[in-house]
């Protein structure tokens, strides 16, 4: 199968950005579950990438958290449980952008490459960031990054 963005995924992405915006300027008390979101949940196979930063609101120190889901067929899909998860905990968050990540045990191999239309990188695109981040969990891993792709 050969799957686009649509109108429609386009348009929830777009909420989900207005989502991420409110949730800038949002202050929150669950706090210590800041501490306690995984950095990087990753998926076997090829799949969509999303990257987020996110603040914890009473220290202002921020992170970054990589989500990969294989079955997904748009990044806003992939986002959204995490996105749930972080208004929950009342956790601001901003999504960087977004591409594709192929994982493959046998081989020890984690390519991260392309872009995301409903997610668009503001500037260069980062998956230099996200390779650091899946580096640190699979860390026996050859991992290649590439802009090309989608």
Not at 94 to 103: F, Y
């Amino acid at each position: 199968m050969n799957y686009t963005t649509s109108a429609e995924d386009q348009k929830k992405a777009q909420e989900i950005k207005l989502q991420s915006a409110a949730s800038q300027s949002h202050k929150a008390t669950k706090t210590d579950l800041f501490s306690l979101i995984p950095q990087v949940e990753v998926d076997e196979g090829v799949a969509k990438y999303v990257l987020f930063q996110i603040t914890d609101p009473k220290t202002s120190q921020s992170k970054y958290l990589v989500r990969s889901k294989y079955g997904k067929y748009y990044h806003a899909d992939v986002a959204e449980d995490t996105i749930h998860d972080l208004e929950s905990a009342s956790i601001p968050f901003k999504i960087l952008g977004g591409g594709r990540m192929s994982v493959s045990s046998e081989q020890k191999t984690i390519s991260i490459y392309g872009h995301s239309i409903g997610f668009p990188w503001e500037g260069d695109y980062k998956h230099y960031i996200t390779a650091e981040l899946v580096k640190q969990v699979f860390p026996d891993y050859k991992i290649t990054t590439s802009n090309d792709g989608y």
